[in-house]
T-cell receptor, first 113, second 115 residues
């Protein structure tokens, strides 16, 4: 089936550092979403992207929809301890109109105070 | 504050027992998704409904799993009989996808343990 390759799989960083993670695929997407999951909770939507090249910010988070429509990245600036969690990318294939999303395997972020 | 709600939050049961998980989607959302999350497989889509009709349940083991939407405010996922390998966190998500917007909003999940 279709896959999203999300990297890195995990990150352990110092508080205050910037973080970057990305998702790539061989398929073309018309939607990219980024979620964060805290322990014991469901994923929470952070940023939604709908146009190739689109760059969107949400506080210290910035995400971009790749110009080729096959990738997306998420940056977190000046990380803080509450940024800890699992970050997922998700996308809808351009060939789909059902709302079905494909999810990456997640990036686990740990922040050392 | 519109949220997806799921019950129960935790369920421990013995192998062979029936398990029913419930989800209340966000009011006005017309599409409901059921996911299963495990460490090994990540987030797997089991089934989803639009306007209460099943669109795709190909991700679901049909012999023991069933999903229904008896009305617009309730979706159910049932496992009968349950097996230890069904132990996972089950999430419900809802949305109103159209040609442009495809956001899904997740509930808190049901953590299922089958002994």
């Amino acid at each position: 089936g279709q896959q999203l390759n999300q990297s890195p799989q995990s990150m352990f960083i110092q508080e205050g550092e910037d973080v970057s993670m990305n998702c790539t695929s061989s398929s073309i997407f018309n939607t990219w979403l980024w979620y964060k999951q805290d322990p014991g909770e469901g994923p929470v939507l952070l940023i939604a992207l709908y146009k190739a090249g689109e760059l969107t910010s949400n506080g210290r988070l910035t995400a971009q929809f790749g110009i080729t429509r096959k990738d997306s990245f998420l940056n977190i600036s000046a990380s803080i301890p509450s940024d800890v969690g699992i970050y997922f990318c998700a996308g809808q294939l351009i060939s789909s109109n059902t709302g079905k999303l494909i999810f990456g395997q997640g990036t686990t972020l740990q922040v050392k105070p | 504050d519109a949220r997806v709600t799921q019950t129960p939050r935790h369920k421990v049961t013995e192998m062979g027992q029936e398990v029913t998980m419930r989800c209340q989607p966000i009011l006005g959302h017309n599409t409901v998704f059921w996911y299963r999350q495990t460490m090994m497989q990540g987030l797997e889509l089991l089934a989803y409904f639009r306007n209460r009709a099943p669109l795709d349940d190909s991700g679901m083991p049909k012999d023991r799993f069933s999903a229904e939407m008896p009305d617009a405010t309730l979706a159910t996922l049932k496992i009968q009989p349950s097996e230890p390998r069904d132990s996972a966190v089950y999430f419900c998500a809802s949305g109103s996808p159209d040609r442009i917007y495809n956001e899904q909003f997740f509930g808190p999940g049901t953590r299922l343990t089958v002994l």
